[in-house]
């Protein structure tokens, strides 16, 4: 047997890591790229999102490189993710391609549904497959806890790209850990190379908070590497989702760092029921970053994506309410990187001069008193 | 009270519950009347372009209804059935509604999520029903008359009526048969809607060819077919589209099957990968997408639809001689 699971940012730390300790034999399709996306868009109906395209893509590349059983999330709704490995395994077989798929559902749909997959491709024990469970988690969250702080960071970097550079290395710092004792000590060493970077604290900078679904925000190719662009454009980012945050089991983003349910509360003026994906989440992030004084909301989703058009929808009001410009960008396999850059450097553009203005106007304000 | 009553998205579904319900308890229930190109045009302009076009139609018809009523009727669908939602957009609804510019009279929204149990639901019919009796009794009664006119309504579907006939007393010209019959799956706010449909089911009548769509067949069979899936299908309303036309595959009881769906639409264009699979075989019957949106030319549906029936109709012949 041999097991192939979909890309998505670096979601293959975690799994890859599980499988490692379950005993599982499995290979790595390529990363998610223009020929991932042209091969899963060929077979993926037209209005599918573009999540299921790449999910596609990855198998067939999965598929052609030997693979011959495929291992997939479900859920249960109401965003279409919860069916994609029905979806997917219909596609896939009516092309012609013969496997076993497995569908690892979410443990509230029943936990047998969520273990007894596992346990049958495994063949270990639950207490086993939740230890190892246990295990892989910190070192995934260690990944996420470097990437929250290079987007953070990036912006102050004197010499472009060093910041990039630094992170490189220090990922490959973080992929020594084979077990959770070893967390911190390569987590501390791994932080330490992108703290070190020389920057310039001085330097003013845009805080923009980027907010959407989840795998066009988890994936640098899905989200056409829009966190790099801008970190080297002075703009101190914040995510909204982070890989761990998005599977674990709890509702407190311990990496994000706001809780589900207080994102629902901030957002219950404007969408006051969750809507499947992260809809809910998208407009309570929009909120929380207003509330912290951040310039800008930059808003990202898949074409047809049903939970993020309604949070696209709904934002406006919300931006005018808090005063805090949004932008959105409906990415599809038509989207382009130089079109959503024009876009962006405009966004930028408008952001600085209301930034300048905010200035301006608080320094009016201070003489006045004087 | 005059309460608006959008004609569009569940009204096909659920109109005569509400209608008598509210109207039992004294609200004059308004309704916006039937889609038209002005409708869909202030849809449009008013709703996020990305939308789906029955969600377009929807603000249309409460935009068309805001100035002649004190309140307007915008349910919040989470779920009809346990373990199982309806499409995002209905979870959102008023909430996206309540984002519109214009200014809109109060809105009145239960939340109808019945995955809670009946107790929560009958929670909300009370709190629905306070906003116009306080009698509780008188509110339950009410309610009742509502679910006999809802029960009486679908006896008239499965005897043949079309949702259209029932609810706009609209009659169609009987015309004469050939013995083609056609099955007509899809959300019901596309294919009765006679504007975002193009009058679909009265043009294949008068093609000649018999209509039958799911809210014609027997409620259990449609549930039976559509748990042959290997995973149970989350959205309840797609569930009914899939077991129709699972039906139909299996019992080859209409001759052909046109299948209509939204442009954009999230849970169609994957209940449309279930349905081509199911019907992939050479033996299989023939079944034809048919995908509307704001811009989709009256021309070209027909012209489709007559070669689909035309072909139809030279396979049935094939098939007699
Ligand atoms: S959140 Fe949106 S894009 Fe992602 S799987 Fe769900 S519907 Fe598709
Ligand atoms: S099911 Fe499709 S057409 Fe209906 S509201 Fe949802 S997205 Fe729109």
């Known amino acids: 047997m041999l097991a192939a699971f979909p890309r998505m940012g670096h979601i293959d730390i975690l799994l890859g890591d599980l499988l490692d300790r379950l005993g599982i034999d499995y290979l790595l399709p390529p990363v998610n790229s223009e020929k991932t996306l042209v091969l899963g868009a060929k077979y993926a109906p ?40 029905e979806i997917e395994r219909r596609i896939l077989k009516d092309a012609g391609y013969d496997f076993n798929m497995i569908t690892i559902e ?50 102050y970097e004197i010499k472009t790209g060093a910041t990039t550079k630094a992170y490189k290395k220090a990922l490959d710092v973080l ?21 070190g970077v020389e920057k310039n ?170 | 009270m005059k309460v608006g009553y959008p004609q569009a998205l569940l009204y096909y579904k659920y109109f005569p519950l509400w209608e008598r319900f509210l109207g039992g308890l004294g609200a004059e229930v308004v309704l916006s009347g039937a889609t038209t190109k002005n409708t869909v045009s202030m849809g449009t302009i008013a709703a996020e372009s990305e939308l789906c076009l029955p969600v377009k139609v929807f603000y249309g018809h409460l935009l068309e209804l805001k100035d002649k009523v004190d309140t307007i009727f915008v349910p919040r669908f989470v779920s009809v059935e346990k373990k199982s939602y309806t499409c995002p957009k209905f979870l959102g ?21 019945l995955d809670k149990g009946w107790r929560e639901y009958f929670r909300t019919i009370h709190e629905l029903g306070s906003n116009f009796s306080s009698s509780k009794r008188k509110i339950f009664s009410a309610y009742r008359a509502g679910v006999l006119a809802l029960r009486d309504y679908h006896n008239q579907l499965q005897a043949g009526s079309t949702p259209i006939e029932f609810l706009e007393k609209k009659k169609y010209r009987k015309v004469k048969k ?8 899809g959300h019901p706010y596309n294919i009765y809607d006679t504007y975002t449909s193009m009058n679909l089911i009265k043009r294949l009548r008068e093609m000649g060819a018999e209509v039958e769509t799911a809210e014609m067949l027997d409620d259990n069979i449609i549930k039976r077919e559509a748990a042959r899936l ?92």
């Open chain 2, 230 to 321: 290997p995973k149970k299908l989350f959205w309840t309303y797609e569930k009914e589209v899939v077991g129709t036309v699972f039906h139909w595959a299996h019992t080859h009881s209409v001759d052909g099957i046109i299948y209509v769906l939204s442009f954009a639409c999230g849970p169609d264009s994957l209940i449309q990968v279930i349905l081509e699979h199911e019907l992939r075989s050479d033996t299989a019957l023939p079944m034809m997408s048919l995908v509307v949106d704001e811009h989709s030319g009256e021309a070209g549906l027909i012209t489709r639809v007559e070669a689909f029936v035309d072909m139809l109709q030279r396979k049935k012949m094939a098939q007699l001689c």
């Open chain 1, 46 to 85: 037209e209005f599918s999102c573009l999540p299921l395209k790449l999910n596609i893509g990855n198998f067939i590349e999965a598929l052609e490189l030997g693979a011959d059983t495929l291992i997939m999330a479900g859920g249960r709704g109401p965003c279409r993710f919860g069916y994609y490995a």
């Open chain 1, 106 to 155: 979410p443990p509230s749909l029943g936990f047998f549904k969520f273990v007894g997959p596992i346990k049958k491709v495994s063949g270990k024990s639950i207490r086993k497959i939740w230890r190892a469970l246990k295990e892989s988690f910190p070192k995934a969250r260690a990944f996420d806890q470097l990437e929250k702080l290079v987007l953070k960071t990036r912006c």
């Open chain 1, 201 to 370: 604290l001085d330097r003013s900078v845009l805080k923009v908070g980027i907010i959407g679904e989840f795998f066009i925000l988890l994936d640098p190719f899905a989200n056409l590497d829009i966190e790099e662009w801008l970190g080297i454009r002075n703009v101190y980012l914040e995510r909204s989702v982070y890989v761990t945050d998005w599977i674990g089991p709890t509702a407190n983003n311990p990496v994000g760092g706001v809780s589900d349910t207080h994102l629902a509360k901030l957002a219950e003026n404007y969408l006051s029921h969750f809507v499947g994906g992260e809809g809910l989440a998208s407009v309570g992030h929009t909120i929380h970053y207003a509330n912290q004084g951040f310039d800008g909301i930059i808003h990202l989703f898949p074409f047809t994506c049903m939970p993020e058009t309604i949070a696209k929808t709904i934002l406006p009001s919300v931006g005018r309410d808090l005063d805090i410009p949004i932008i959105h960008f409906t990415i599809d396999e038509q989207t382009g990187k130089a079109g959503v850059a024009t876009r962006l450097e405009a966004f930028l553009d408008l952001l600085w001069s209301r930034k300048r203005q905010n200035e301006k106007k608080r320094l009016v304000k201070s003489r006045q008193l004087v």
């Open chain 2, 93 to 113: 609804l008023p909430d996206m509604i309540r984002s519109i510019n214009d200014e809109l009279p109060p809105l009145i929204t239960p939340k109808i999520d």
């Open chain 1, 175 to 195: 992929s020594k850990i084979s077990g959770p004792k070893e967390v911190d000590g390569y987590l501390e060493e791994a932080l330490a190379l992108v703290e």
């Open chain 2, 178 to 185: 050939t013995g083609l019959k056609i099955g007509l799956a």
